[in-house]
């Protein structure tokens, strides 16, 4: 009688074969890994923005610096031109005098505007390094999972190429007129060989009859699902 234990045990494998040798296909990343990674390029997009918001703002607030420097320095002449005696005209005075009192107006301006900025960037710079921190752990997250993905692939590969020397060794004990007889039934299903199981072939998920199930147990030759015509295999318990 063939040995359908020998048959199924080859199926199993090749099914395992093909299910590994497709989740190995391309190096595929895991979804997890998907989104992580997603997640680490659209933070890094972020961060850039922000980094160069605050470069351009650490640029505004030099430029204002430099700004009141200089109108300090127009203040301390004018200043000095008002009160050293060398104006003596009344109406340049009092032109002098506004004009005095405008620039200081602009410096108070400018320092607001200054210390507004530097709010700004304590406030860019915080989120700056709290971003930098989250993205440094999502990559080290990353890089860690990758590397164990890497790893399990490798096993998996590993495991791939044991299997056509334990097939083969299992299809030297099969006789030949089962093996032509399932590769023929191979050009209609993926897998031809059918397990059993409580009285329900598990190919096409209908139960079998009766007297397909009685010549099963009596292991009498192959027997085959009235339904969808693959070979049953039912395994005695016990």
């Given at each position: 009688?063939?040995?359908?234990?020998?048959?199924?045990?080859?199926?199993?494998?090749?099914?395992?074969?093909?299910?590994?040798?497709?989740?190995?296909?391309?190096?595929?990343?895991?979804?997890?890994?998907?989104?992580?990674?997603?997640?680490?390029?659209?933070?890094?997009?972020?961060?850039?923005?922000?980094?160069?918001?605050?470069?351009?703002?650490?640029?505004?607030?030099?430029?204002?610096?430099?700004?009141?420097?200089?109108?300090?320095?127009?203040?301390?002449?004018?200043?000095?031109?008002?009160?050293?005696?060398?104006?003596?005209?009344?109406?340049?005075?009092?032109?002098?005098?506004?004009?005095?009192?405008?620039?200081?107006?602009?410096?108070?301006?400018?320092?607001?505007?200054?210390?507004?900025?530097?709010?700004?960037?304590?406030?860019?710079?915080?989120?700056?390094?709290?971003?930098?921190?989250?993205?440094?752990?999502?990559?080290?997250?990353?890089?860690?999972?990758?590397?164990?993905?890497?790893?399990?692939?490798?096993?998996?590969?590993?495991?791939?190429?044991?299997?056509?020397?334990?097939?083969?060794?299992?299809?030297?004990?099969?006789?030949?007129?089962?093996?032509?007889?399932?590769?023929?039934?191979?050009?209609?299903?993926?897998?031809?060989?059918?397990?059993?199981?409580k009285g329900t072939c598990m190919g096409c998920r209908v139960g079998i009859t009766f007297n397909e199930l009685r010549l099963l147990?009596?292991?009498?030759?192959l027997v085959y699902c009235s339904n969808c015509g693959r070979m049953l295999y039912w395994e005695r318990q016990g």
């Amino acid at each position: 009688m063939p040995d359908l234990k020998l048959l199924w045990e080859i199926q199993v494998l090749d099914g395992q074969k093909r299910a590994m040798e497709l989740k190995l296909k391309g190096g595929q990343l895991s979804e997890e890994l998907k989104f992580l990674k997603a997640e680490i390029e659209e933070g890094r997009s972020v961060f850039n923005k922000l980094k160069e918001e605050y470069s351009n703002l650490k640029k505004a607030q030099k430029a204002k610096e430099l700004d009141v420097t200089e109108t300090n320095e127009q203040l301390g002449n004018l200043d000095q031109k008002l009160y050293d005696g060398s104006i003596t005209n009344v109406k340049e005075m009092n032109s002098n005098s506004k004009k005095l009192e405008s620039l200081k107006n602009k410096v108070k301006q400018e320092e607001d505007n200054i210390l507004s900025f530097m709010e700004k960037l304590d406030d860019l710079r915080s989120k700056l390094e709290k971003m930098s921190a989250e993205l440094n752990k999502k990559a080290d997250d990353y890089r860690r999972k990758h590397s164990t993905l890497l790893a399990n692939q490798q096993k998996v590969r590993q495991f791939v190429e044991q299997i056509p020397l334990v097939r083969q060794k299992l299809l030297d004990k099969l006789d030949a007129e089962t093996w032509h007889l399932y590769m023929d039934l191979r050009k209609i299903y993926e897998d031809p060989l059918a397990r059993v199981e409580k009285g329900t072939c598990m190919g096409c998920r209908v139960g079998i009859t009766f007297n397909e199930l009685r010549l099963l147990k009596q292991d009498e030759g192959l027997v085959y699902c009235s339904n969808c015509g693959r070979m049953l295999y039912w395994e005695r318990q016990g």
